[in-house]
C-alpha cells in the first residue's frame, strides 16, 4: 500500500497496522485485555452483604446515578472495585492543588525531569492509598446495616477488599498507560460509562413504548440535544489558535536559510477531558461522603460533621431543591480547573525563551517579555472561551432532562459526554501518531 508521508493515516492505514505491525496490535490487546480485567473486577461482589436490603435501598437514593456511571455500576453491586479510578483521580487533583502552593513540589515537576515527576507520582499513590482507606472506611460503616453479621470483622475485611480494589485498580491504569494506548485513567472511566448505557438506552426505550406520542417527542428531544452536544464537543477539542512565527535567516557554511513562516497552535480547550473530570469530582466528593454516612447517628462532632454533609449534598444534588446552587459551583470549578489545568501545560514564560532560543519570533511582537505577555493574553481568552463552551455544556443537558421529565438518562450529562467523546478523541490521535511513526520507520529501512 501506497502512502505519502505528508497526509494523515486513512482508516485503511490505521486498521491495517492494527492487524500487521507487531507494536500496536500487542498494545491494542494489552489495553483490552487490561480493561476487561478492570470490568471482571466490578462483578466481584463484597462478602457479607444482605444483597436484596442492599439494592431495595439504593433504588431510593438519589447518589446512585451518579457514582455508578463513574464505577461502571461497581457502587450499586458493590463489588470489589466499587471505590474504581475515584481515589486515584482525588489524589492526583490534590497533588496539583499542592504543586501550585508549595515551592518544593513545583521544584520537583519543573526542574527535576523525570526524576522529579516520578517522585512526585509515588506521592500521588500513597495519597490515594490513604484516600481509598478514608472512602473504604465510610462505604463500610454505611454498609454495616446491610451486612449479614455485622461488626468490627465485616469492617475489616469491607475496608481491606474495596482499598486493595482501588488500588489495584490504579496499577492497572498506569499499566494501560504505558504499555498500552490512552490515558489509563481516562480509559478506565470511558469503559464504566459505556458499561452503563445499555441498561440505560433500554430504559429509555421502555419509557418510550410505554409512555405515549408525548413521551416518545421529549425522548426524540433529549436525544437530539445530546447530538447536538457531542458535535459541539468534537469542535472545541479540535479548535486551536494558530499564532503565526518567523524562523530568522541562518547561514551554515556557504548556504544560506531564508525566513521560514510557521505557527504556534494553541488548543481552545488545553485541558481536554481534564478540568470536567476534576470539577466532577469534586462535586461527587460530598455528595458521595454525605451518602456513605448519612446512616450514622452518632452524635457529637462525628454526628455534626455527618449533619454539615448532608446538608452539602443536598445544596449540590442537580435534582434537589437548589438546583442553581449545583450549577453556579460547577461553572465555578470548571472555570477554575480551566485556568489551572491550562497554567499547568503552558508556560508563556518558557515559550518565550523557547522561541528566543530557537530564534522565532511573533511578527509585530518584541521577544522576551512581551512575547510571554502576548502568549498569556491569547491563552488567557482561549481558556475562557473554552471554559464557557464546557459551562454549556455542563447546564444544557441537565436543563433539558429536567424540562422534558425524562430521568432515564440520569447520570448521563455532560461529564459523560465531554468524558466519551475526548478520550475517544485522544486514544484515536494516539493511535494516529504511533501509525505514523510506524510508516517513518519503514521509510528509513527501505
Same mark, same amino acid.
Given at each position: 500500500?501506497?502512502?505519502?508521508?505528508?497526509?494523515a493515516?486513512?482508516a485503511?492505514?490505521t486498521?491495517?497496522?492494527?492487524?500487521q505491525?507487531?507494536g500496536?496490535?500487542?498494545?491494542l490487546?494489552?489495553t483490552?485485555g487490561l480493561l476487561?480485567?478492570?470490568?471482571?473486577?466490578v462483578?466481584?461482589p463484597v462478602?457479607?452483604?444482605d444483597?436484596a %436490603?442492599?439494592?431495595?435501598?439504593?433504588?431510593?437514593?438519589?447518589?446512585?446515578?451518579l457514582l455508578?456511571?463513574?464505577?461502571?455500576?461497581g457502587f450499586?453491586a458493590l463489588?470489589?472495585?466499587?471505590?474504581?479510578?475515584?481515589?486515584?483521580?482525588?489524589a492526583?487533583?490534590?497533588l496539583?492543588?499542592l504543586?501550585?502552593?508549595?515551592?518544593?513540589l513545583?521544584n520537583?515537576?519543573?526542574?527535576?525531569g523525570e526524576?522529579g515527576?516520578?517522585?512526585?507520582?509515588?506521592?500521588?499513590?500513597y495519597?490515594?492509598?490513604?484516600?481509598s482507606v478514608i472512602q473504604?472506611?465510610?462505604?463500610?460503616?454505611?454498609?454495616?446495616r446491610f451486612?449479614?453479621e455485622p461488626?468490627?470483622f465485616f469492617v475489616f475485611?469491607?475496608?481491606?477488599?474495596l482499598?486493595?480494589g482501588s488500588?489495584?485498580?490504579?496499577?492497572?491504569?498506569?499499566?494501560i498507560?504505558?504499555?498500552?494506548?490512552g490515558n489509563?485513567a481516562?480509559l478506565?472511566i470511558?469503559?464504566?460509562?459505556?458499561?452503563?448505557?445499555?441498561r440505560?438506552?433500554?430504559?429509555?426505550?421502555?419509557?418510550?413504548?410505554?409512555?405515549g406520542?408525548?413521551t416518545?417527542g421529549k425522548?426524540?428531544?433529549?436525544?437530539?440535544?445530546?447530538?447536538?452536544?457531542?458535535v459541539g464537543?468534537v469542535?472545541?477539542q479540535e479548535?486551536?489558535r494558530?499564532?503565526p512565527?518567523?524562523?530568522a %535567516?541562518?547561514?551554515?557554511g556557504k548556504?544560506?536559510? %531564508?525566513?521560514?513562516k510557521?505557527?504556534l497552535?494553541l488548543r481552545?480547550?488545553?485541558?481536554?477531558v481534564?478540568?470536567?473530570i476534576?470539577?466532577?469530582?469534586?462535586?461527587?466528593?460530598?455528595?458521595?461522603?454525605?451518602g456513605?454516612t448519612s446512616?450514622d447517628?452518632s452524635?457529637?462532632l462525628l454526628?455534626s460533621i455527618?449533619?454539615?454533609l448532608i446538608?452539602?449534598?443536598?445544596?449540590?444534588n442537580?435534582?434537589?431543591?437548589?438546583?442553581?446552587?449545583?450549577?453556579?459551583v460547577?461553572?465555578?470549578l470548571?472555570?477554575?480547573?480551566?485556568?489551572f489545568?491550562?497554567s499547568?501545560?503552558?508556560?508563556?514564560?518558557?515559550?518565550?525563551?523557547?522561541l528566543k532560543?530557537?530564534g522565532?519570533?511573533i511578527?509585530?511582537?518584541?521577544?522576551?517579555?512581551?512575547?510571554s505577555e502576548?502568549i498569556?493574553?491569547?491563552?488567557?481568552?482561549l481558556t475562557?472561551l473554552?471554559?464557557i463552551?464546557?459551562?454549556?455544556?455542563?447546564?444544557?443537558p441537565?436543563?433539558?432532562?429536567?424540562?422534558?421529565g425524562?430521568?432515564t438518562?440520569?447520570g448521563?450529562?455532560?461529564?459523560?459526554?465531554?468524558?466519551?467523546?475526548?478520550?475517544a478523541?485522544?486514544t484515536?490521535?494516539?493511535?494516529?501518531?504511533y501509525v505514523?511513526?510506524?510508516?517513518?520507520?519503514?521509510?528509513v529501512?527501505?
Open positions: 500500500m501506497t502512502v505519502s508521508r505528508d497526509k493515516p486513512t485503511q492505514e486498521f491495517m497496522q492494527m492487524a505491525a507487531a500496536l496490535r500487542g498494545r490487546l494489552v483490552v476487561i480485567l478492570a470490568r471482571l473486577g462483578f466481584l462478602p457479607g452483604i444483597r %436490603r442492599f439494592s431495595a435501598e439504593l433504588q431510593n437514593s438519589p447518589f446512585v446515578g455508578d456511571f463513574f464505577s461502571g455500576g450499586s463489588g470489589i472495585f466499587a471505590l474504581g479510578i475515584l481515589p486515584y483521580i482525588n492526583s487533583i490534590i496539583q492543588l504543586t501550585a502552593a508549595i515551592p518544593a513545583e520537583l515537576q519543573k526542574n527535576e526524576a515527576r516520578r517522585k512526585i507520582g509515588q506521592i500521588t499513590r495519597v490515594a492509598l490513604g484516600w473504604s472506611i465510610g462505604l463500610s460503616l454505611w454498609a454495616q451486612a449479614v461488626g468490627a475485611e469491607t475496608v481491606l477488599a482499598t486493595a488500588m489495584f485498580v490504579m496499577w492497572l491504569s498506569e499499566l498507560t504505558e504499555r498500552g494506548i489509563g481516562s478506565l470511558f469503559v464504566n460509562i459505556v458499561a452503563v448505557l445499555p440505560t438506552l433500554g430504559q429509555t426505550i421502555e419509557l418510550a413504548q410505554t409512555g406520542r408525548e416518545v425522548v426524540i428531544v433529549l436525544l437530539l440535544v445530546f447530538l447536538v452536544m457531542i464537543i469542535f472545541v479548535g486551536s494558530r499564532i512565527i518567523i524562523t %535567516r541562518r547561514q551554515v548556504r544560506l536559510y %531564508r525566513e521560514r510557521n505557527y497552535p481552545l480547550n488545553q485541558g481536554g481534564m478540568p470536567i476534576f470539577a466532577s469530582a469534586v462535586l461527587i466528593l460530598p455528595t458521595s461522603l454525605a456513605i446512616g447517628n452524635n457529637g454526628g455527618n449533619q454539615v446538608q452539602i449534598a443536598n445544596y449540590l442537580p435534582n434537589g431543591q437548589t438546583p442553581w446552587v449545583y450549577v453556579a460547577y461553572l465555578v470548571i472555570l477554575f480547573f480551566s485556568y489545568y491550562a499547568l501545560i503552558i508556560n508563556p514564560v518558557d515559550m518565550s525563551q523557547n532560543k530557537m522565532a519570533s511578527p509585530g511582537i518584541r521577544p522576551g517579555r512581551a512575547t502576548y498569556e493574553r491569547v491563552l488567557n481568552r475562557l473554552g471554559a463552551f464546557l459551562g454549556l455544556v455542563a447546564v444544557v441537565t436543563a433539558v432532562e429536567s424540562a422534558t425524562v430521568t438518562f440520569r448521563l450529562g455532560a461529564t459523560s459526554l465531554l468524558i466519551l467523546v475526548g478520550v478523541i485522544d484515536a490521535k494516539q493511535i494516529q501518531t505514523i511513526s510506524q510508516r517513518y520507520e519503514g521509510m529501512k527501505q
